[in-house]
């Protein structure tokens, strides 16, 4: 079993003990379910954006503690700041220490397009998104099938969200479907855990022109990301890099000036 099948089975577990918590119909009267939300494909598609979306993450299995100290208020504050155009807020408690607060705490901090990170396999979590504050969901197309997929993004849009579908190899591609707004391509080996970007430039040739493609995971330096900006990525997600340091904001922040100073030299 690997650790994408143990956390699958553990969040079927976690679905069942969230529906007796709460009901659909009850997530409805959340105060943020019927608030607009701003676009997350139209922030990265923006061409005066950075196109980076700053992940707030406590911790990974394959990296353990990353950094428990950060506030996510504070630090997503900070990130819109320092001038990214998106986040991205883990909301899986077991495997990566986060919660649905964050996301909404992020939403009430920022005013930026939030992606709810997850590993969504129910339609109840889609409402529980939305609730929540979220701008986008992510689909990973390695623990859903087809139908799975196609009932899961139907509902993100319905709901007035949009949908970033994550992919590792070339099976997964017959995945996209017509409510999939963007493509995630996680350069990280789900069996082996390395990271390759050139595995990013190979599959994004293969993706559909009309969905915005987006780089995750192995984005350490300015270099890696304008390498896969010059192969037609508008987006990248970049979550360690920053929060392993003891001032997110500020690593972000140098970060994004270091990209400013390369395109402008």
């Known amino acids: 079993m690997?650790?994408?099948?143990?956390?699958?089975?553990?969040?079927?577990?976690?679905?069942?003990?969230?529906?007796?918590?709460?009901?659909?119909?009850?997530?409805?009267?959340?105060?943020?379910?019927n608030q607009p939300v701003p676009s997350m494909k139209g922030a990265?598609?923006?061409?005066?954006?950075?196109?980076?979306i700053s992940e707030f993450k406590r911790?990974?299995?394959?990296?353990?503690?990353?950094?428990?100290?950060?506030?996510?208020?504070?630090?997503?504050?900070?990130?819109?700041?320092?001038?990214?155009?998106?986040?991205?807020?883990?909301?899986?408690?077991?495997?990566?220490?986060?919660?649905?607060?964050?996301?909404?705490?992020a939403r009430e901090a920022t005013n930026l397009p939030i992606l709810r990170k997850d590993f969504i396999i129910d339609p109840f979590q889609v409402y529980e998104a939305k609730a929540i504050g979220a701008s986008a969901i992510l689909l990973i197309a390695a623990i859903l099938t087809k139908e799975e997929a196609n009932e899961l993004g139907a509902l993100a849009n319905y709901l007035g969200m949009e949908v970033l579908m994550e992919i590792h190899d070339e099976?997964?591609?017959?995945?996209?479907?017509?409510?999939?707004?963007?493509?995630?391509?996680?350069?990280?080996?789900l069996k082996t855990f390395e990271v390759d970007l050139q595995h990013s430039v190979r599959l994004a040739q293969l993706l559909p022109a009309n969905k915005p493609k987006v780089a995750e995971s192995g984005i350490h330096s300015v270099t890696d990301l304008l390498f896969l900006k010059a192969h037609g990525f508008n987006g990248f997600l970049i979550g360690e890099q920053f929060m392993k340091t003891d001032n997110p904001g500020r690593a972000c922040q140098q970060f994004i000036s270091e990209i400013n100073n390369a395109i402008n030299n």
């Open 59 to 105: 911790q990974s299995p394959s990296k353990g503690i990353i950094n428990n100290s950060a506030r996510v208020d504070v630090t997503t504050r900070d990130y819109e700041r320092a001038g990214v155009s998106a986040l991205s807020v883990l909301t899986d408690a077991n495997f990566f220490g986060g919660r649905n607060e964050d996301l909404t705490a």
């Open 2 to 33: 690997t650790i994408l099948d143990k956390i699958v089975e553990h969040k079927k577990q976690e679905i069942a003990l969230a529906k007796e918590r709460v009901s659909i119909k009850e997530l409805m009267y959340f105060r943020h379910f």
């Open 171 to 189: 099976s997964e591609i017959e995945k996209i479907n017509i409510y999939v707004d963007m493509v995630g391509i996680n350069n990280r080996n």
């Open 44 to 52: 990265l598609t923006n061409p005066s954006g950075t196109g980076i």
